[in-house]
Each structure stands twice: as structure tokens, then as C-alpha cells.
């Protein structure tokens, strides 16, 4: 049950280091990470440590780049990410 919601856009969260990551959204503040390989702007380190991750993965590298834990295929390692993102599958 999603019980931490931001009390900027009323999103809900399961757990609350996703709410204090996804509070950084809200900041005007924050500063952007950018991706060198195709240009998008993340405003979360961990939302741009995701993106990397899937770059790798679609690349051949079956090592997550948030946790730094191996997998053995890259949809396994896909189905991990989503642990990052603070949805539940």
C-alpha cells in the first residue's frame, strides 16, 4: 500500500526514500543531469542513474548501474530497474 504522498502533486509512494527522491522534482533549485549519450535532462541523480542503466542495458551490459548488482539477461535486469524506480510491477 502506497502510504508516503508528496504534498506537491498528491503522488504516492510505497516506501520514503522514493517520496525524499521524488521531492527533488518539486525543487527549482536542483540542478539537471544531463546524458551524454542521447541528451536528456534528469532532475534526480537516481532518475539519471536509471536512464544510464538502461543504456547499458540495451548494450550488453548486465550490470545495474544504481546498485551495481549483475544479472544474467538483460530483461531480468530491465525487471530489476523498475525496484529503482519506487512502482511496483
Known amino acids: 500500500q502506497k502510504t508516503h504522498q508528496c504534498s506537491f ?3 504516492m509512494f510505497h516506501r520514503k526514500d522514493h517520496l525524499k527522491n521524488h521531492l527533488q522534482t518539486h525543487d527549482p ?8 549519450e542521447c541528451g536528456k535532462h534528469y532532475n534526480t541523480k537516481l ?4 536512464h544510464v542503466a538502461m543504456h547499458s542495458a540495451t548494450a550488453g551490459d548486465l550490470t545495474c548501474k544504481v546498485c551495481m548488482q549483475s544479472y544474467e539477461s538483460t530483461p531480468v535486469l530491465l ?6 524506480s519506487g512502482k511496483s510491477s
Open 29 to 36: 533549485n536542483k540542478e539537471a543531469f544531463k546524458c551524454e
Open 9 to 11: 502533486c498528491e503522488k
Open 47 to 50: 532518475g539519471y542513474k536509471r
Open 79 to 84: 525487471e530489476h530497474l523498475k525496484s529503482h
